[in-house]
T-cell receptor, first 111, second 117 residues
């Protein structure tokens, strides 16, 4: 069974601070995705990274895929209350593109 | 474009009762997924359909859970009989094609929150 461990599990920060969320596995994935989920809703895709070492930026969010394609990080600069939510990484593998979700990081940004 | 529809949104049952959830994916999406999500945790894949065939049900508790996708469109997930530990949100998602690597963007419905008393 593939496992994706995220850290930290919970994060409460003040508006304007920076933060990094980590997603680690012992398995290799063909690609990795990051989702954000708000209460009462399903997860929404933020980004897909495909190549080892790849870095993608989405406004204040920076995503990196590890060189070995086993881990990833999400860095948020100058966090805002609107960034509050559950952040999920998801590894893609296999011919049918099976998705394995991480354990989740709950972020709270306090105004 | 209409999103993934799920019903009901909430369900409360007693243990040993049965329950069914319904999902209507985005039109044209070949792949449909059912996930179980415990509060605050990541979703766990229960079953993945490609059109109306099952491609992964390795984590589906088959003694009590069943799912079908008739005509490769709508899907139902059933639990019979329910246990206390089945209390969770059941998410349905669809994607355009799981056979088109490397991208596989899933679109999720709002989920059904099940409480088993």
């Amino acid at each position: 069974t593939q496992l994706l461990e995220q850290s930290p599990q919970f994060l409460s920060i003040q508006e304007g601070e920076n933060l990094t969320v980590y997603c680690n596995s012992s398995s290799v994935f063909s690609s990795l995705q990051w989702y954000r989920q708000e209460p009462g809703e399903g997860p929404v895709l933020l980004v897909t990274v495909v190549t080892g070492g790849e870095v993608k930026k989405l406004k204040r969010l920076t995503f990196q895929f590890g060189d070995a394609r086993k881990d990833s990080s999400l860095h948020i600069t100058a966090a805002q209350p609107g960034d509050t939510g559950l952040y999920l990484c998801a590894g893609i593998s296999g011919g049918y593109q099976k998705v394995t979700f991480g354990t989740g990081t709950k972020l709270q940004v306090i105004p | 474009e209409a999103g993934v529809a799920q019903s009901p949104r909430y369900k409360i049952i007693e243990k040993r009762q049965s329950v069914a959830f319904w999902c209507n994916p985005i039109s044209g999406h070949a792949t449909l997924y059912w996930y179980q999500q415990i509060l605050g945790q990541g979703p766990k894949l229960l079953i993945q359909f490609q059109n109306n065939g099952v491609v992964d049900d390795s984590q589906l508790p088959k003694d009590r859970f069943s799912a079908e996708r008739l005509k490769g469109v709508d899907s139902t997930l059933k639990i019979q009989p329910a246990k206390l530990e089945d209390s969770a949100v059941y998410l349905c998602a669809s994607s355009l094609s799981s056979g088109r690597p490397p991208y596989n963007e899933q679109f999720f419905g709002p989920g059904t929150r099940l409480t088993v008393l």
